[in-house]
């Protein structure tokens, strides 16, 4: 036999916490499975700083993490999705942030939320950033790379010679041409001198 949803006059079968779906999600909603009242919420500024540990330098994040590690939480509603720790701090002290638009990290902290250590800047200016200080692999550090800088170097002498093709330093080299032709017109492997 079927359990009946334990909401008097309900008839329908139950599900969760003995009610029925719509009881149940009322509940969720509002917090009380008969009533429509909304249900009380902490302001997301309020649950942001309960979630900050201030230090001398940075002020880490206590609360839940992205799988990037970057510190985020619930903008309250529902389907009103996340935001990060670091992009709702620099909000809360800077004002609305520019579309395209990114936060960035002065102290390379991920869990930092220390407004003055959080600067705005494009994707771009990002990708350099992290390239500056060493957080993208170039060149032979990159884990598939076939080639290493001291290859890279001899490619281009000889193909500079004028006495091989592409196809010939591909084949020999073991990579497609269309590799051999970045490297050669500078489209890949900027930093390596000939």
Known sequence: MMAKCSIDGCERRSR???WCDGHYSRWLRYGDPCGSKA???T???ERFWNKVQKTEGCWLWTGACNPG???HLSRGGRGDGHITASRLSYILAHGEIPEEQLVLHKC???ICVNPGHLFLGTYKDN???ASQKGRICHGENIHNSKLSECDISNIRIEYAKGDVSQAAL???FDVNQATIWSIISGKTWKRVAA
Do not use: H, I, V
């Open 16 to 18: 969760c916490r003995g």
């Open 39 to 41: 249900r009380e919420t």
């Open 43 to 45: 302001p997301l500024e």
């Open 69 to 71: 590690g970057y510190g």
């Open 108 to 110: 390379d902290n991920r």
């Open 127 to 129: 990708m350099q950033d």
């Open 170 to 172: 591909a084949k020999f």
